[in-house]
């Protein structure tokens, strides 16, 4: 009863074979990305084939060719050395992009990913749309994928095709094409595999069939675990994913960008990656910085503070965009680089925000002065700050405009009824007279309302002042205070 009433897993393996060559394509210029291309890496001192575009396919070259044989075949192939570091940060990009698809995803060291999506069907409305926008979101990378469905992590990526498949198969799918599986595709030893072929052993099917007994003495303890880990009766204990806290990009273009127009584009792609970064963690950001590293000589950079948060991919473009027409940049760029790690919180109810990063809020404000700041400098615009002090002309002060300020509220002891106040301030608090007895400014004066003491600093009396609303025959309105050690009144702000 148990088992049956727990929740049945899926798990989707994705496998990544033209990763290698899919990673330095950006590098490369259109006219050698139309050439037939080849990855080669080192097998064993013999340098082999390890991916290879359709155009040298046409050719007849493949993977683990060796180099000298695919060149026979193919003499205008152009060859790129592997770049293993490469290839993890993207994976690592890879596995952002799943992170938002599914809360459990697993890095696989093969160069591929695992996700378990039970229970993701009905943000996606179902497994079907769940796999096709993924499929989507991989195409739109620019990268190869092909998949694999099943109840456990290591049954998906044996079952892992040679196409991406965008249909969840039944359990009774799963498990006939699981039995026909071949055993050379289980992670074993090569001693392992001899002894299935000394035994007559082809498929997953052949060797379940052996006793249990027989295959504890045959075998090592490391298929045993294999086994049952396919049957579900082993729990799969692989470190899950989870993103960093800090957000680090480059793009490297060693032909070089020469003119801003040029930098556009990647650097439209890192802030992308920052965004689907920033979807995966459900954050905003506050600031980014950019790095540009010339061919020769040093290198420039660029910082971008909001005044608001922000994770909108064309507004932070925009805004780079402007602030990249005040720059003055190198010759000749090699590498962008982009690195954000001010974030918060998604907050509530600032818009809506679907699944896929789609945007409907109205930040007309907030990008005006994102905008002005970028075009004109930071320091260029100001904004009224209150700050922790009770007397009023003490209050209000100028700051930047992209700094994120918290209101201050104004701490009082009141006396009587508190006054309203009145938004603009005199320069400087002009005496009233007091003529037969009463208040008079330009006009006689009378009180409406008041007083409500404010003081600046409680050890210094004449800091301490009653202020009070009043108005004129004519019916204007003025706030007055009257000094609590020498009883002096004056005017410090009108009404409109």
Not at 112 to 129: N, P, Q, T, V
Not at 165 to 171: A, I, R, V, Y
Not at 236 to 257: C, E, K, M, V
Not at 286 to 303: A, N, T, V
């Amino acid at each position: 009863m148990a088992s049956s009433s727990k929740r049945q897993e899926i798990w989707l393996y994705l496998q990544f074979p033209l990763l290698s060559l899919e990673t330095l394509l950006p590098q490369l210029t259109p006219e050698q990305q139309s050439k037939p291309i080849a990855v080669i890496g080192h097998q064993k001192n013999v340098q082999q084939v390890l991916c290879c575009n359709s155009q040298a396919s046409a050719w007849g070259v493949g993977k683990q060719l060796s180099l000298s044989t695919a060149l026979a075949l193919c003499p205008e192939l152009l060859t790129l050395s592997r770049r293993a570091e490469q290839e993890q940060e993207r994976l690592q990009q890879l596995a952002l992009l799943a992170y938002s698809f599914s809360p459990e995803v697993i890095i696989h060291k093969e160069l591929g990913l695992w996700l378990e999506i039970s229970g993701c069907d009905r943000l996606f409305k179902g497994y079907d749309a769940l796999l096709c926008e993924l499929q989507n979101k991989l195409q739109q990378q620019g990268i190869t994928a092909v998949n694999g469905l099943a109840e456990n992590p290591l049954a998906a990526r044996l079952l892992c095709k040679p196409s991406f498949q965008t249909h969840l198969p039944s359990s009774q799918q799963i498990q006939q094409s699981l039995q026909g599986t071949a055993l050379y595709k289980l992670e074993t030893s090569r001693k392992q595999q001899q002894s299935f072929k000394q035994l007559g052993l082809t498929s997953l099917a052949d060797l379940l069939a052996l006793p249990r007994s027989a295959l504890s003495e045959r075998f090592d303890a490391e298929l045993m675990a294999t086994i049952q880990q396919l049957n579900n009766q082993r729990p799969f204990t692989a470190t899950r994913f989870q993103p960093p806290s800090s957000f680090y990009d480059l793009i490297h273009n060693p032909q070089g960008i020469f003119n801003k127009e040029s930098l556009l584009f990647p650097m439209k792609t890192l802030l992308q990656r920052l965004c689907q970064y920033m979807i995966a963690r459900q954050c905003h950001c506050l600031e980014m910085h950019w790095r540009f590293e010339p061919l020769i000589g040093e290198s420039k950079q660029m910082s971008i503070r909001l005044s608001s948060s922000q994770n909108s991919w064309s507004m932070l473009l925009n805004l780079s965009r402007l602030q990249l027409e005040r720059q003055e940049l190198p010759r000749s760029i090699e590498q962008i680089i982009l690195y954000a790690d001010q974030f918060i919180e998604a907050p509530a109810g600032m818009f809506n925000l679907d699944l896929f990063g789609e945007q409907t809020d109205n930040r007309s404000s907030s990008d005006l002065i994102d905008s002005l700041n970028a075009r004109l400098g930071a320091e260029a615009l100001f904004q009224p700050v209150l700050k922790q002090e009770n007397l009023p002309e003490q209050a209000g002060t100028l700051g930047l405009a992209n700094q994120q300020t918290t209101t201050a509220t104004q701490i009082d002891v009141s006396y009587g009824k508190q006054t309203p106040q009145p938004l603009w301030l005199l320069d400087k608090p002009v005496p009233v007279q007091i003529r037969n007895q009463q208040l008079y400014w330009h006009r006689p004066l009378k009180l409406i309302s008041g007083p409500q003491r404010l003081c600046g600093n409680w050890w210094q009396n004449e800091q301490q002042r009653d202020y009070y609303l009043a108005c004129d025959s004519k019916g204007a309105r003025y706030w007055l205070f009257r000094e609590a050690m020498d009883r002096r009144w004056f005017v410090h702000g009108l009404f409109a």
